[in-house]
């Protein structure tokens, strides 16, 4: 008599590890990398609304990719990754135009 196993493959790291990482942590350390920390000028805010939109895109970016990595897992809660997907992308998009109109005021106002 044989007895068959079956090895599965096992991840280094869980891909939900990796989405939060890409939606909040690495987003995080890149708003707090361009932040001014004293009065700022000109400079500090086209840097920090660059920063605002990197940190936005990799947040959509990753969340898209979670979404995608668990329907093709075939997980049974992959509805409520591509939820939270499309939440990050509105939120992005909110946070990218705020960005955008911050950033024009401060600019016309020097």
């Known amino acids: 008599m044989t007895t068959q196993t079956s ?3 096992r991840r280094a ?3 939900v590890l ?8 690495v987003p995080l350390c ?10 700022p000028d000109g400079a500090d805010f086209v840097r920090m609304a660059f920063g605002t939109v990197i940190a936005s895109t990799l ?9 995608w990595n668990r329907m093709r897992a075939g997980r049974s809660d992959r509805y409520w990754f591509w939820g939270v997907a499309g939440i ?3 939120s992005s998009i909110g ?16």
């Open 88 to 90: 990050v992308t509105f």
């Open 30 to 39: 890149i708003v707090l990398a361009t932040t001014s920390w004293d009065a």
């Open 7 to 9: 090895t599965q493959k």
């Open 18 to 25: 990796i989405g939060f990482v890409g939606m909040i942590v």
């Open 13 to 15: 790291v869980s891909p």
């Open 95 to 110: 946070s990218i135009f705020s960005v955008a109109e911050t950033l024009l005021a401060q600019l016309t106002r020097q």
């Open 59 to 67: 947040a959509t970016v990753a969340a898209w990719w979670l979404a």
